[in-house]
């Protein structure tokens, strides 16, 4: 069973875990080096009101995570965020990213967020269905801009714009 929630500094290690294993055997992310768990607590407090993060456990574990981070520190962007979602690969295929994504958007939407804005790399056709089951439309393409495990990679971005 699947159930999402807000997530909280307890979770911290679990949140990092997923992240590390993305860092380290994929493209989803361009960090190519680990993150510790106080890089990760200063990341998960810098998130206020208009930038939650969630978790999903499966079974009583976290299986994955979700966050809509500050777009830009600019005060015009204080509507816009970036979002970010991560299940672990054991439990890739379950139905979590997808009960992540619904939830991170309502979630957005409640915040009073205007937009969110999706990076997500050349190759990743899963990821792109997924933000366009939702809303998302695609609206450019940074060319090679991201070069990681010795490849040179384009990023998509998608947008979601809420009706408010």
Request: a negative charge; hydrophobic letters at 35%; charged letters at 25%.
């Amino acid at each position: 069973m699947i159930y999402i929630r807000k997530a909280t500094i307890d979770d911290i290690q679990d949140i990092t875990s997923i992240y590390n294993e993305a860092i380290l055997k994929t493209v989803a992310t361009f960090d190519t080096e680990k993150k510790s768990i106080d890089e990760q607590k200063t990341w998960f407090e810098s998130h206020g009101s208009n930038n939650p993060i969630i978790v999903a456990e499966y079974n009583g574990t976290i299986a994955g995570w979700a966050s809509l981070s500050l777009w830009s520190d600019r005060c015009a962007y204080s509507e816009t965020a970036e979002i970010s979602l991560y299940v672990k690969e054991k439990y890739q295929k379950k139905g979590i990213g997808k009960k992540l994504m619904q939830e991170i958007v309502k979630e957005g939407e409640k915040s009073g967020l205007h937009t969110i804005i999706a990076r997500i790399t050349s190759g990743n056709e899963v990821s792109v269905n997924l933000h366009k089951s939702v809303g998302f439309e695609h609206i450019g393409v940074m060319k090679e801009c991201g070069y990681k495990f010795g490849e040179r990679f384009d990023v998509y971005l998608m947008q979601l714009i809420y009706d408010n």
